[in-house]
């Protein structure tokens, strides 16, 4: 009997782990990179991959277009702050199903900021991900690149850099406080055959100095992730950028909060078809593993290099600011049964509920090279949110 790519696809991956733990354990980081990442057996990389319903999981995007909406407002309002410039640069980095971009896209051009202004940019590292977005975009005026400096030299690039969900991705370190100190967690096979994973002597220098720059002091027997792939990549974007502005969404908080005493266990999960797992080393390259973002430390990263913060804040003050509950009674309009019009802004009302998403996910937004304080920022709460006038198109002719 032929065996199906699946099955192709799980033994390559775990020839792949087993090669990384050759000589012994491996860091947690390598083999979260490994199952989400890999080439060929990489949950991300997966040709039956899938985002919304019916797939993997959920992203804001996925459950109500309102979210790309208001982020388009924002956006709009950055390219005022700009000097309305005649081109209007947009990097989004990781975007999954493509249903952002699209949005957004879709918002702009209502908002009469049209494809003679916006020039629009994905870096995606997922071969799989990035077919399935070029479908959905054909229509709108989309490029792919490979990496920042493929864009534009390095502090030369103006416009505006967009990511959701992206950090919480990025394969993490694991650390334990034990009674020695500072412990790092590895990854090994187990006598079952399972993978599991150990406590291992820290293999990277800069742990400890995360948690100093932080202020933390783990517990003994306290578990948690240290995400200095975050920090390399918001350095990166921020050196790399000239002038313009960083909007980033995800879930996770400031260091107090991520790190927090009563998650002695840490942030990492995992989620096998829609489900929370407790095990990330359950399903190998068949999950998505996840943990918390640290915005105190991208924070940090930033003011390294000139990224001034305006703020940060939880995804439904920040949709509730750029006028999604507008969007949500517009939703309703006409339907005359409650229980109907209820169904249809629910969705709406999970993107900003603080006991749903509008909670648990963050917004930091950080400028460079541009003049701005927080008063002047619709997302923020201190200007008016974006209205379809002329006032946002350069091109708009005279009546």
């Known amino acids: 009997m032929n065996r199906g790519g699946k099955e192709i696809r799980r033994e390559v ?10 000589g012994g354990p491996m860091s947690f980081e390598t083999f979260m990179d ?35 909406t208001c982020v388009a407002r924002q956006i709009a309002q950055f390219w005022v702050l700009l000097g309305k410039p005649t081109e209007l640069p947009i990097l989004e980095l990781g975007a999954g199903s493509g249903q952002l971009a699209d949005q957004v896209l879709t918002e702009l051009d209502r908002l009469q900021l049209s494809w003679r202004t916006v020039r629009y940019h994905i870096l995606e590292r997922s071969p799989a991900l990035r077919d399935r977005q070029h479908s959905l975009l054909s229509h709108h005026p989309v490029t792919w690149v490979d990496s920042l400096d493929a864009l534009a030299p390095p502090g030369t690039w103006r416009g505006i850099v967009l990511s959701n969900e992206l950090f919480d991705a990025l394969p993490v370190r694991r650390v334990l406080m034990s009674d020695q100190g500072l412990a790092e967690i590895g990854v090994m096979r187990g006598t079952n055959g399972r993978w599991r994973q150990v406590g291992i002597t820290l293999t990277e220098p800069r742990l400890e100095t995360y948690l100093a720059e932080a202020g933390i002091t783990l517990q003994p027997s306290q578990q948690a992730e ?50 929370p797992v407790d095990d990330p080393m359950l399903h190998p390259g068949e999950q998505d593993l996840t943990s918390d973002v640290d915005f105190s430390a991208l924070i940090r990263a930033g003011d390294r290099h000139a990224l001034t913060t305006l703020g ?16 949500e009674k517009e939703a309703a309009k006409g339907i005359k049964s409650e229980l109907e019009a209820d169904y249809a802004t629910s969705g709406i009302r999970k993107l900003y509920h603080p006991a749903a998403m509008g909670g648990g996910f963050q917004v930091l937004l950080q400028a460079k090279g541009v003049t701005v304080t927080p008063d002047r920022i619709a997302g923020l709460g201190g200007a008016p949110i974006p209205r379809r006038a002329g006032i946002w198109n350069p091109f708009r002719r005279a009546r």
């Not at 991956?13 to 050759?22: G, N, P, R, V, Y």
């Not at 909060?257 to 489900?275: C, E, P, S």
């Not at 804040?313 to 969007?327: C, R, S, Y």
């Open 13 to 22: 991956l775990e020839a792949a782990l087993d090669e990384a733990a050759k």
């Open 34 to 68: 490994l199952v989400l990442y890999h080439p060929e057996g990489g949950f991300y990389t997966r040709p039956e991959m899938r985002v919304g319903t019916g797939g993997d999981f959920h992203t804001s995007p996925t459950i109500h277009p309102a979210f790309g």
């Open 226 to 275: 240290i995400n200095l792939r975050a920090v390399d990549l918001m350095e990166a974007i921020a050196s790399w950028l000239g002038s313009g502005f960083v909007l980033t969404i995800d879930y996770g908080g400031p260091a107090e909060k991520v790190y927090a005493l009563h998650r002695k266990k840490g942030t990492i999960r995992g989620y096998y078809r829609q489900l």
């Open 312 to 327: 940060l804040l939880p995804q439904g003050q920040f949709l509730v600011n750029l006028g999604i509950q507008d969007l």
